[in-house]
């Protein structure tokens, strides 16, 4: 895992359209998931970013999320 979460860092142009309050949701949601193990990657920090712009809904980041974490899963297989 790396030393410190850099996601603002490695995809400014994600979190840039999110006012201040959307902005520290994403990133408390990432740090958290962080904490957890997770690594971060921009197709869920987008799709984060995303709902949280209210871009997509719930069904459609659910959606986006699951597809994802299938090919994550027949990548690793």
């Avoid at 690594?39 to 970013?49: H, K, S």
């Avoid at 974490?69 to 297989?77: K, L, P």
Wanted: aromatic share 6%.
């Amino acid at each position: 895992m790396a030393e410190e979460l850099d996601v603002e860092q490695r995809w400014p142009e994600l979190l840039a359209p999110l006012d201040d309050v959307q902005r520290r949701a994403v990133l408390q949601s990432l740090a958290n998931a962080w904490h957890e193990g997770w690594e971060p990657n921009r197709e869920d920090v987008e799709n984060l970013a995303d709902r949280a712009r209210g871009v997509i809904d719930k069904d459609e980041y659910l959606r986006r999320a699951h597809a994802a974490a299938r090919r994550r899963a027949a990548d690793q297989g």
